[in-house]
């Protein structure tokens, strides 16, 4: 048995170590959440299940890379899950790969995945911050979805919609914005009025 | 290249989602080492981070996790 108090990156650390009751642990502690995402991209519940099980995999294999760049695992994790199934879903859609994903854009980016303290303060904040989602307006929050969880592009969501392709980036762009500047004020790295 | 006309984009390219020019600005930022474009990618991740967790958590069989076990066994 495994305390709760270790944190995920200790955890990780003992991966990299090859223990895999320490896999085991962060199994326990967030594919829950990966699954739940994933299912946003993937309606095959066996297919999503397969990319949650693959990012874990991915995980084993460079915990000691991960470990060694810093990055937080919950993050690595979502970002890996999230990329995994977006492809799997355009593919069977037959859209074509994102331009980003060749050959894979997490080979190259651990330096861009947010820190373990930075994840820390926004889970100690969660409800504060679920009620921030909320106060996005709908519309946005409708494409913002459409980019993260069907993986679409500005182009193709304007096409779905049949809205002109400069609303819908100027949607996607104040939508992030608005995210973005109220989660700052959250952590305390930014002053803007909540 | 200044980079701070980029603010609005990082998270939409983490995503994948910007199709033209704006994407290769930020990538070319990125293979040159611009620290503040590394830096908002890694805000970005954060703030995509937080939108994920919107996503309802789903229940997984205990038979998945000992399959994910014993698959480390032929990694």
Redesign the interface.
């Known amino acids: 048995m495994i305390a709760k108090q270790i944190t995920s990156e200790a955890l990780l650390a003992r991966v990299a170590e090859r223990d895999e009751s320490a896999l085991g642990e962060l199994y326990n502690r967030h594919a829950p959440g990966l699954l739940g995402m994933v299912l946003r991209s993937l309606s095959d519940r066996a297919a999503a299940e397969e990319v949650v099980e693959g990012a874990f995999l991915r995980l084993w294999s460079g915990a000691r890379r991960v470990s060694r760049e810093g990055a937080s695992v919950a993050a690595w994790l979502m970002l890996t899950a999230r990329a995994a199934a977006v492809e799997r879903r355009r593919a069977g859609l037959k859209l074509p790969p994102h331009i980003r994903a060749k050959p894979d854009p997490l080979e190259k980016t651990l330096a861009w995945v947010a820190r373990p303290e930075s994840i820390a303060k926004m889970e100690s904040r969660r409800e504060l911050l679920k009620k921030l989602i909320l106060q996005l307006p709908q519309p946005q929050r409708g494409i913002l979805d459409m980019a993260l969880f069907e993986g679409y592009t500005e182009t193709e969501i304007a096409r779905k919609l049949n809205e002109p392709l400069g609303k819908v980036q100027s949607g996607l762009r104040a939508g992030m914005r608005f995210l973005r500047q109220r989660l700052r004020a959250v952590l305390g790295t930014w002053s803007a009025e909540i | 290249m200044v980079c701070r006309n980029l603010?609005?984009?990082y998270?939409?390219?983490?995503?994948?989602?910007?199709?033209g020019g704006d994407?290769r600005e930020i990538?070319e930022h990125v293979s040159r080492g611009c620290p503040n474009c590394?830096y908002q990618?890694?805000?970005?991740?954060?703030?995509?981070?937080?939108?994920?967790?919107?996503?309802?958590?789903?229940?997984?069989k205990p038979k998945?996790?000992s399959?994910?076990?014993h698959?480390?066994k032929k990694?």
């Open positions: 603010d609005d984009l998270e939409l390219f983490v995503l994948g989602t910007l199709d994407g990538a590394i990618l890694r805000e970005a991740t954060l703030t995509l981070y937080l939108l994920a967790q919107t996503a309802k958590p789903a229940r997984l998945q996790k399959h994910l076990l698959g480390l990694k």
